[in-house]
């Protein structure tokens, strides 16, 4: 009588036991990760500060190889924690992690994703972006901004005197005029002009960095009740101001530009007339519409403004707490001027060794994207022994990187010496993404095109504040009592404001011309 019981008992437990199997077996397949929990996954286990949050996980469950996996809501997630790990992902499987998850916010703020940062990996992206690399940010257009850079690192020394003068001995905060530097010569190389665009520009990016950064309803919530989450809370509503906010500003900008841009000589041209140009031209076998062009100059905007003036707060931080590091510097940068004709050329900033260290060691430690932009790949792929399913996402800790024992020494100590020469003899490690040990650029199909863009911005600002001021902290703070955190956001700027007392110092020639 039992027998059919018994058949169907012993039935359901080979099931049982095949289906425990099988799922250890796959699981066998997959990197390590934490325990999770239904519908968050690991999302749960996720800080503020995700970069600091990974790492610790990466710590406590990680293996030797240096990836972690995780389930962060509906989206499967691979981290690389490790610089081994980095070298590996970066040389052998940087085509299939080479496309971007889609983002609901950044799919509306940029136009369906029709620019560089977001596009999916294809021809529209490959094409986007060789007008970025060939076009907007080649050697020789990076070059044509000189000029405007040296006006407004004599605007930025220019303004510090200013509020040196009005604090009178007391502190200033820096927040304001290094992001007013950044901004306005991001803003003169798009439009050629800084000023209310600058500062309209400014309001439009602060108002949208909370839409391309961080978790959204859809991360949780199937398509149709995210929708509704978005409709409820009013998200949607915010974000659709912002879109049009921007939209009619960028529609203004063009209108502009499009008049006068057939008469502007092409070494005089900025981002904009660059554009224009190639639309008139049909080059590139990229449609220019209107929306992709404001797709690429949003993009190119966001990309370069507080990513530098995080750089620079990061810098003169660093700096301050190691006094050392700080007389080094402007010993060089005084050497530099003074072998001249007492001013600073762009052209001496390669004879400047320690700052570029410095920026390195600054970089290491305070990258401004410290998950770089999450990839995602397009196809199944196998790494190291791990099967990673397609889309899957994929967020490189450059910020744990940079802090790897295995690959620095005294990883926490501020050193940019490290920077000068390697031990082993050759070339000392760079950061234009041959070097996987640091990658605050990224590296590979993905790595960001504005470098050399970016290099002389940061370099003149800094040689220009530390050879017109000493710096000091606000009596009665200590280097020690620096608070060194990070806020969370687009990017990773201080958690506090930096204030420092500017002393202005007098320099054996008149005011340099930067
Ligand atoms: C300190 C300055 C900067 C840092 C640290 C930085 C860092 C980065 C990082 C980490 C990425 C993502 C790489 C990846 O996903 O693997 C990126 C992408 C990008 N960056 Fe930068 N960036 C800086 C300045 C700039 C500037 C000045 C521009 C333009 C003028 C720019 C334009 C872009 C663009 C267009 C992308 C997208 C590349 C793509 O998806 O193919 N960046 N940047």
Not at 325 to 333: R, S
Request: proline share 7%; aromatic share 6%; hydrophobic share 45%.
């Amino acid at each position: 009588m039992a027998t059919p019981y018994v058949l169907a008992a012993a039935g359901a437990l080979i099931v049982f036991l095949y289906v425990l199997v099988m799922n250890r077996r796959r699981r066998g397949k997959l990197p390590p990760s934490p325990p999770s929990v239904p519908l968050l996954g690991h999302l749960h286990l996720i800080g503020r500060l995700a970069h600091r949050s990974l790492h610790d996980l990466h710590l406590r469950y990680g293996g030797g190889n240096g990836l972690l996996l995780l389930q962060l809501g509906r989206r499967r997630t691979l981290v690389v924690c490790t610089a081994a790990a980095a070298t590996d992902m970066f040389k052998n499987h940087d085509l299939a992690f080479a496309s971007r998850p889609r983002s609901v916010g950044a799919d509306k703020l940029m136009y369906g994703c029709d620019n560089v940062s977001f596009a999916p990996y294809g021809e529209s992206w490959r094409r986007a972006k060789k007008i970025a690399v060939v076009h907007l940010l080649s050697p020789r257009r990076v070059e044509s901004f000189a000029p405007v850079r040296a006006a407004e690192v004599a605007a930025l020394v220019a303004r510090t005197r200013l509020a040196a003068a009005e604090a009178a001995g007391e502190g200033v905060e820096l927040r304001g005029l290094l992001y007013g530097y950044a901004n306005a010569v991001v803003t003169r190389a798009t439009a050629g002009v800084a000023g209310a665009t600058a500062e309209r520009l400014k309001q439009l990016m602060a108002k949208s960095a909370g839409f391309v950064a961080g978790f959204e309803p859809e991360d949780v919530l199937p398509d149709a009740p995210a929708r509704f989450v978005r409709w409820v809370t009013g998200i949607d509503k915010k974000l659709g101001g912002i879109v049009r906010a921007w939209d009619m500003f960028l529609s203004e900008l063009i209108a502009a530009h499009e008049e006068k841009t057939a008469n502007v000589a092409e070494e005089d041209e900025g981002f904009l007339d660059v554009l224009l140009r190639l639309r008139r031209d049909g080059a590139e076998g990229l449609e220019l519409t209107d929306n992709r062009i404001k797709a690429i100059v949003k993009d190119v905007i966001m990309a370069a403004t507080e990513t530098s003036s995080d750089t620079l707060e990061w810098t003169m931080a660093e700096l301050v707490a190691n006094p050392r590091v700080m007389g080094k510097l402007q010993d060089e940068i005084a050497r530099v001027a003074a072998a001249g004709d007492g001013q600073l050329a762009e052209s001496d900033l390669n004879k400047m060794g320690y700052l570029r260290a410095v920026l390195k060691e600054v970089l290491r430690l305070h990258p401004p994207a410290p998950l770089l932009v999450p990839h995602e790949s397009t196809a199944p792929t196998v790494v190291q022994g791990y099967e990673i399913p397609a889309k899957t996402v994929l967020f490189v800790n450059v910020w744990a990187i940079g802090r790897d024992p295995a690959a620095w020494d005294a990883p926490e100590e501020f050193r940019p010496e490290r920077f000068m020469f390697r031990d082993s003899g050759g070339a000392p490690v760079d950061f234009r993404g041959t070097d996987y040990q640091l990658v605050p650029f990224g590296a590979g199909r993905r790595i960001c095109p504005g470098i050399s863009f970016a290099l002389p911005v940061l370099e003149l600002a800094l040689a220009g504040l530390l050879r017109h001021f000493d710096w000091e902290l606000p009596a009665g703070v200590r280097p020690g009592d620096l608070d060194m955190g990070e806020a969370p956001g687009l990017t990773t700027p201080r958690r506090v404001p930096l204030v420092l007392v500017p002393k202005c110092k007098m320099l054996p020639q008149p005011a340099l011309q930067q």
